[in-house]
């Protein structure tokens, strides 16, 4: 019903920068939030930021003023621009779209992940 589709993961050194992209297709009525997570190896998938269809913004305080969540729900489309990025940052970033497909109800969909990694 819905697919979720993560790209611009990679290797970086720390303080260098990032951008993701995240992109949502199939039947859906209305998108209400695109999230990003990320797990760090041997820990839980946490919420990093939050861009929702009335144009708020939530971030982790862990990226506050170094993470940017931006999007276009006309193009199905949220971007997370990672900057002044640090190794704890590490991990498999995932997008999460909660949304309306037609004909269903409302839920969430997750990406495949996408890997970052920040070399000290």
């Known amino acids: 019903q819905v697919r979720v589709v993560e790209s611009g993961g990679g290797l970086v050194q720390a303080g260098g920068s990032l951008r993701l992209s995240c992109v949502a297709s199939?039947?859906?009525?209305?998108?209400?939030?695109i999230s990003w997570y990320r797990q760090a190896p041997e820990k839980e998938r946490a919420l990093v930021a939050t861009?929702?269809?009335?144009?708020?913004?939530n971030y982790d305080e862990s990226v506050k003023g170094r993470f940017t969540i931006s999007g276009d729900f006309g193009r199905r489309t949220v971007d997370l621009q990672m900057d002044s990025l640090v190794p704890e940052d590490t991990g498999v970033y995932y997008c999460?779209?909660?949304?309306?497909?037609?004909?269903?109800?409302?839920?969430?969909?997750w990406g495949q992940g996408t890997q970052v990694t920040v070399s000290a």
């Open positions: 999460n779209v909660n949304a309306q497909p037609r004909w269903n109800l409302r839920n969430n969909f």
């Open positions: 199939g039947n859906i009525f209305e998108i209400h939030a």
């Open positions: 861009f929702t269809k009335e144009g708020n913004t």
